[in-house]
Nanobody, 120 residues
Framework: QVQLVESGGGLVQAGGSLRLSCAASGLSMYAMGWFRQAPGKEREFVAAISRSGWRINYADSVKGRFTISRDNAKNLLDLQMNSLKPEDTAVYYC???????????????WGQGTQVTVSS
């Protein structure tokens, strides 16, 4: 069984940085990604990375500020978030899929989420 557990969320000031981690167990899925959901909004794509790391995609809203990385040896997925903005405030979820995809519906495995709050 695949299990994903996020950590690293917290409260930071605008312009600050935060690093999220996702510990994966079970299977090594082809695509792993980060999604986020703010209060009153639908879950949205943030970033995704393939198993080897050669395929990487970011949402336009986070390009240049966020960096996704994957350490297969340690079964970890990270998201380095820099220059954080109040609009980045959301619950961030780690997810895994068996194929390369950016579609939320194609991700079959999800973590419990970790709260990221960015103050003005």
């Amino acid at each position: 069984q695949v299990q994903l557990v996020e950590s690293g969320g917290g409260l930071v000031q605008a312009g600050g940085s935060l690093r999220l981690s996702c510990a994966a167990s079970g299977l090594s899925m082809y695509a792993m990604g980060w999604f986020r959901q703010a209060p009153g909004k639908e879950r949205e794509f943030v970033a995704a990375i393939s198993r080897s790391g050669w395929r990487i995609n970011y949402a336009d809203s986070v390009k240049g500020r966020f960096t996704i990385s994957r350490d297969n040896a340690k079964n970890l997925l990270d998201l380095q978030m820099n220059s954080l903005k109040p609009e980045d405030t959301a619950v961030y979820y780690c997810a895994a899929a068996g194929l390369w995809t950016l579609e939320t519906e194609d991700y079959a495995y999800w973590g419990q989420g970790t709260q990221v709050t960015v103050s003005s």
